[in-house]
């Protein structure tokens, strides 16, 4: 097996002071490229797929950073028997594994202060990941940063229904029936509820958030490929968008079906829903770049997202608390959780109610957090709660991929987090 790595040097000054990151996107089976060629890499691709521009807001200018494809099977990662089964303990350890060896084929950053970060299923790998970096030694494990994670199932279920509510996207008729069969005793269960009412009811909120065309990773953005409705003759009338993945339910029970459907198709393109991923396709398929990466000449061209992956990955963890609790009991770790608040993949409410369902001391009361806009004026980043080694963040008006959406003033947050400053 082959996990393939991106590494970029830090920018600027002092490289020799700064830590090293490593950076998982999530999917399961998405590409980590996503992060370095979309997000916060050294430069950004443009739409024509073709170029690449400078990011101005690289977090390479404040870190040493490992962007790892994980698990194998995803970008240009691969597996000479060609099976991906896979799931998380398993991911866990791989990733560890593949982290030791890096560093042994680069000693030179194997003292190095070291932060793990991620982003969407990320929210899964990095707490399961530092279990095995914290209990070695050699590695200097300083803390770790989760954007818009999946940490547990449950409250982000429950939580998107009043996103969706007070986003304006339900009306009362149905607000009224979820609250009406989805809760009891002033306790409302829109997760696994058996109630068949309730579940019709679920079942018409996820049409509306993942299936009509609305964009999950951020509400207020366009959807590449356009609405799944549209009006004839007076009348509302849904279309297919040409791609069954366009708009993938991202509640799981809901994504494993579709993906048991399409098990038989041959080769499914899994792209996320509402995203076009032609540019950065365009560029890591073009035959110079995969010369410049050592790709070798009969690998498959490399996708955003890898279905074979996706189908093949069982989940076992519901919930991170036992993971974070273990981590903040020793007190060394500085955890920060952190949500563009127009995100309906892994939205910010649930993992605010998340965070603080850990019981941790709060340190600083919920209040804004201040960056400098590019006019030298202050503004409001969003909101921020402090508790003793974890902090719960917001990022505003930005959606599933923070640093895509926030540039300024992610790179603003990371700084603070990487260099130890209050928020």
Known sequence: ERLSCRFVEAQ???AQEKPLVLWLNGGPGCSSMEGFLSEHGPFTIQPDGATLEYNDFAWNKLAHILYMESPVGVGYSYSDSQDYRTNDTEVARANYLALKEFLRLFPEHSKRDLYLTGESYGGIYIPT?????MQDPSLNLKGLAVGNGLSCYETNDNSLVYFAYYHGLLGTRLWSDLQK????????????NKDLNCTLG???????VDESG???????????????WTLQDGLLVTHDLGNSF??????YSWRQNLLTLQAGKPRVRLDPPCTNTSAPSSYMNDPQVRKALHIVDDAPE?????FDVSRGYKRIYQNMKDQYLKLLSTLKYRILI????????????GDEWFVDSLNQKVEVARRPWIYTDEDGQDQIGGFVKEFTNIAFLTIKGAGHMVPTDKPRAAFNMFERFITRQPY
Do not use: Q
């Open 12 to 14: 600027g000054g002092n």
């Open 129 to 133: 990941l530092a279990e095995w970096v």
């Open 181 to 192: 069969f989805c809760c009891s005793g002033g306790k409302c269960n829109f997760h696994d």
């Open 202 to 208: 679920m079942a018409e909120l996820i049409r509306i």
């Open 214 to 228: 609305l964009n999950i990773y951020n509400l207020y953005a366009p959807c590449a490929g356009g609405s799944a």
């Open 246 to 251: 366009t708009r993938l339910p991202m509640r």
């Open 302 to 306: 490399w996708e955003m997202c890898s």
């Open 338 to 349: 952190y949500n563009g608040d127009v995100d309906m993949a892994c939205n910010f409410l």
